[in-house]
């Protein structure tokens, strides 16, 4: 069974940094893809950053682009996802994501029903 374990969420004030972790942990796996996403109170949830595993390609949601990165580490069986100069706007509850089916299409990287595995979420809180 594969599980995705997020950490790192919290509180903190705008302009503040955050780094989300996701622990693949489980049968021997490496995803396809991992994705973020999150979802504001009363909001649907929505794409935040994805990446290929395997490397090489990277998407992010044009209200993060320049402020988030995304990022794996092989060895750790672990993605990242560094937050600088959050905005309150970001609050929300970030979940991972792991796809292990083939994106023929960018587009495929932000679509939920692309990734077949998700963590429990994380909080993530900025105030102003």
């Known amino acids: 069974q594969v599980q995705l374990v997020e950490s790192g969420g919290g509180l903190v004030q705008a302009g503040d940094s955050l780094r989300l972790s996701c622990a693949v942990s489980?049968?021997?796996?490496?995803?396809?893809?991992m994705g973020w996403f999150r979802q504001a109170p009363g909001k649907e949830r929505e794409f935040v950053a994805a990446?290929?595993?395997?490397?090489?390609?990277?998407y992010y949601a044009d209200s993060v682009k320049g402020r988030f990165t995304i990022s794996r580490d092989n060895a750790k069986n672990t993605g990242y996802l560094q937050m600088k100069s959050l905005k309150p706007e970001d609050t929300a509850v970030y979940y991972c994501?792991?796809?292990?089916?083939?994106?023929?299409?960018?587009?495929?990287?932000?679509?939920?029903?692309?990734?077949?595995?998700w963590g429990q979420g994380t909080q993530v809180t900025v105030s102003s």
């Open positions: 489980g049968r021997t796996f490496s995803p396809y893809a």
């Open positions: 994501s792991a796809g292990t089916g083939y994106y023929g299409t960018s587009s495929s990287y932000t679509r939920q029903y692309s990734y077949d595995y």
């Open positions: 990446l290929k595993w395997s490397g090489g390609s990277t």
